[in-house]
């Protein structure tokens, strides 16, 4: 028996167990875990997406763990699809009162830390999210200390006698390496850019067209950063003087995040990085303070959006793919910000050539932003400002922005949709 299940061996039948967030996953005890799993039974694991291995997901661990993903990742997408997981549907800013409130009652907390300073106190390093609410509230809390892990400023400061049990393995956080902007998504990251505004507070997650807006920012003055993660696109942007945060009337000057996923170049800029603020995602999501900064540009992407503007991000028809996240916390807090706007960003077809602009959403298709609360979309062939704007209009705007190849057929499919009338009459 490891090291690491036998620091799990308060593990019991039928536990909620909380596993960290994204990179800081801690792999070593995950292991230990599933090394458990011939003494334990009917175990639900509670997480937002996570990095890295998820073996209890695995078909040979049916009716010792189940999963329940507030988040869907890619390593518990196929666990999900075939019934040995499911997904929790909930917006990110709510995720710590499940286990506040008792909602959600958690039995163990895994956690990773850095090691405890002098005065004994780890981090939670990148990922303090809903991971401080789950180590509060958990009956028992196991860390993998860590030296890979970066001590952050903030809010995830963890006393090392607030740990009950504690293994110390050096394991390189989980990294996420930029990938080449296509054409398609450069395209898209130019329209993006020339809605983003000089003093403008930006939230926006990892991926392409993140990256594409970021590296088309070299020019603006005075950004800041409120969001619930971010990625190395960041840092060319603050070496550079660009993110400086002046403008920010919350936390002005720092650079204010619940979660990061990049490279090691990453998690080095955050390691006692007194710019940088981990804070709790009831907090950094609430709707109540993103709007307080000026500016808030909210950039969040899309599967598919119908006619009438209603945005579907989390499913592909009744195939659960990801999840809610942030994206209504922003997109409402973005609206509500002094010169803010709210932006979903998607390119106009799929990789087989589909349109993702659509008269209707696909038959279990979950709407995660609704035709009320959408301002801008945006794809590579232009954008379109929905907000005020009738059905009739709508339809118009963003068939104006989909793919040449698919704008003859949306309109003859929608032609004749009650809720909308023909362009024209």
């Known amino acids: 028996m490891s090291k690491a299940s036998e620091v799990l061996s308060s593990v019991k039948s039928g536990d909620n167990v909380f596993i960290h967030t994204a990179a800081a996953a801690p792999q070593a005890l995950v292991r230990g875990l599933v090394e458990r799993a011939p003494e334990l039974k009917d175990v639900n694991i509670y997480h937002l997406h996570t990095e890295g291995d998820a073996p209890y997901t695995n078909p040979e661990y049916q009716g010792i763990f189940y999963t329940n993903a507030f988040f869907i990742g890619a390593n518990v997408r196929k666990a999900i699809r075939e019934k040995r997981a499911s997904y929790v549907p909930i917006f990110l800013s709510e995720v710590p009162s499940l286990f506040r409130k008792g909602i959600i009652n958690l039995d163990i907390a895994l956690i990773s830390v850095s090691p405890p300073d002098k005065h004994g106190f780890c981090s939670l390093g990148v990922s303090v999210d809903a991971a401080l609410a789950a180590t509060k509230k958990a009956k028992t809390v196991i860390a993998q200390i860590n030296s890979h892990m970066p001590r952050t400023h903030g809010d995830g400061i963890i006393h090392i006698s607030a740990i009950d049990h504690f293994i110390e393995e050096d394991i390189p956080l989980h990294e996420a390496h930029l990938t080449e902007v296509s054409e398609v998504e450069h395209a898209i990251g130019k329209n993006v850019v020339e809605l983003v505004e000089d003093g ?226």
């Open 200 to 425: 403008a507070t930006l939230q926006m997650g990892i991926g392409a067209i993140p990256n594409a807006v970021l590296s088309c920012l070299g020019n603006h003055k005075n950004l800041g950063i409120h969001t619930e993660m971010f990625s190395d696109g960041v840092l060319p942007l603050v070496e550079k003087g660009v993110i400086n945060g002046a403008m920010k009337k919350k936390h002005p000057g720092k650079l204010t995040a619940t979660f990061a996923v990049g490279t090691r170049k990453l998690y080095d800029f955050m390691d006692d990085n007194p710019i940088v603020e981990m804070l709790d995602c009831s907090y950094v999501n609430d709707t109540a303070v993103i709007r307080k900064n000026p500016k808030v540009t909210a950039i969040n992407s899309a599967i598919e959006i119908d006619l009438t503007g209603q945005v579907c991000a989390d499913s592909i028809g009744h195939y659960m793919y990801s999840g809610v996240g942030g994206q209504m916390d922003f997109i409402r807090g973005a609206s509500l910000s002094p010169g803010g706007k709210a932006i979903i960003a998607l390119p106009s077809v799929t990789r087989r050539g589909e349109s993702r602009l659509v008269p209707s959403l696909k038959e279990g298709a979950g709407v995660v932003t609704t035709r009320a609360h959408v301002h801008y979309v945006v794809t590579e062939w232009g954008v379109a400002n929905l907000y005020g704007r009738s059905l009739k209009q709508r339809r118009k705007l963003l068939i104006d922005i989909a793919h040449p190849d698919h704008r003859e057929r949306l309109e003859e499919i929608s032609f004749d949709r009650p809720q909308v009338h023909p362009v024209g009459s």
